[in-house]
């Protein structure tokens, strides 16, 4: 039973990563001509041809999507067409960053949403519960880059106390950390209150 269960969510691994694969395949050709924003509309027509010869895209779009899964199946995705460095290796280069945003928004909306959901259950109906519950509603509701944006022209630009762009330091990390964290915040004082409230309504 449980070797049938696991097989299914395997299968729909699969089946998930294979459709997000295909779309982005379907938006990249979609999008526009990669190899006109590479080289430029005014580019000759024999620097087009090269390009578009030197990166498979003078094939057959079937035979692009077959080369396209084929490729990402065994690890190789490829040259950035930018500076024609190999891909995963931009992308080794930006996973410690993402990883440490990540993990620390992640674990500081962990801990206010936390904090903010058991003083609100402790004080329900009274002013600190409806701020943290107002609180909680923006969290989870306000988009993220619209608060980034915000948050950058304020401490930023406006009062000039915390770095807009970078990775150099660990001031650079509070404005994304607080814009990420800020949704988490939200949810979890949301679940953290209903679960006290749930536990201190009990006869026990």
Known sequence: MQGSYFAKKVARAFVTIWLVVTFTFIALHLSGDPI?????????????????EKFGLDRPLWEQYVSYL???AVGDFGLSMSDQKPAINLIAEALPNTLRLGLTSFLGGLFAGVILGILAALNRNRPIDRFVMSFAVFGFSMPNFFLGILLMLLFALQWRI???????????????????????????????????????????
Not at 36 to 52: F, M, N, S, T
């Open 162 to 204: 915390l770095p807009s762009a970078g990775a150099d330091t660990p001031w650079h990390l509070i404005l994304p950390a607080v814009t990420l964290g800020t949704h988490f915040a939200g949810t979890f004082a949301r679940f953290t209150r209903s679960a006290m409230l749930e536990v201190m309504n009990k006869q026990y």
């Open 70 to 72: 084929s490729s990402i």
């Open 36 to 52: 006109e924003a590479l080289v430029g509309d005014q580019a000759p027509p024999a620097v087009i041809a090269h390009y578009r």
